[in-house]
Structure formats: C-alpha cells, structure tokens
Nanobody
Framework: QVQLVELGGGLVQAGGPPRPSCATS????????MAWFRQAPGKEREFVAV????????YYADSVKGRFTIFRDNAKNPVYLQMSSLKPGDTALYYC?????????????????????WGQGSQVTVSS
C-alpha cells in the first residue's frame, strides 16, 4: 500500500525559501506519476504540478510556472516541490498525490479525480 506524508511547510515570508516535500512508502511508488495540489480556505483544491514517473516530464499550473519546480528522486522515494518568489496568494494546504492507474507510462494528468493516493496535507502560509 502506498502511503504519502507531506513534510515541510510552515510560515514563510513572501519571497522566502521553498518548503514542502512528500515522503512515500510503498513498493510501487517509483512507477507512479506524482503531483502536488493545494487548497486555500473556501476554495476548490487545485492542481499545482505533476511529474512523470521517470522525472523526465513535468507540467505546472500557470499561477506557479517559473516559480515552483517539482522533482523526484526514485532512489530515495520522495517527491519535492521547490518554491521560490512566494506570494501571499500561495498560502494553502499543499497535498501530494499519486496516480496509480498506469504505472511506468507517460501519464501526467492534472485532474485531481485521477489521483487515488493522497497525503494529509502540509500548510504553507506566506506573509507579506
């Protein structure tokens, strides 16, 4: 069974250092597309970034493109979200998620309904 645990997060100043990472356990993690989503209070959970199982392809939401980088190290299991140029609008609960439907494929889906494993979320609060 795949388990996901977000680490990091916290209170950062605008423009401050990146934070969250996602530790995983489970024998099939390395073959899954992994993604980050976020949810701000009163808003829908939205896509942030997704990375192919091999790490060779990644896609980003327009709101974070050029500021966030998703990367993974399959030898160590975690997937990371490196953040820069943070804004107060980035304040949200950040979730990592795994798409197990098509392991070792080119799947890099952005719709949260395709993701069947989720972490508990890590709060990132950006102060101005």
């Amino acid at each position: 069974q795949v388990q996901l645990v977000e680490l990091g997060g916290g209170l950062v100043q605008a423009g401050g250092p990146p934070r969250p990472s996602c530790a995983t356990s489970g024998r099939i993690f390395s073959g899954y597309a992994m993604a980050w989503f976020r949810q701000a209070p009163g808003k829908e959970r939205e896509f942030v970034a997704v990375i192919k199982w091999s790490g060779s392809t990644a896609y980003y939401a327009d709101s974070v493109k050029g500021r966030f980088t998703i990367f993974r190290d399959n030898a160590k299991n975690p997937v990371y979200l490196q953040m820069s140029s943070l804004k107060p609008g980035d304040t949200a609960l950040y979730y990592c998620a795994a798409d197990s439907a098509a392991p070792y494929s080119g799947s890099v889906r952005r719709d949260r309904y395709y993701y069947d494993y989720w972490g508990q979320g890590s709060q990132v609060t950006v102060s101005s």
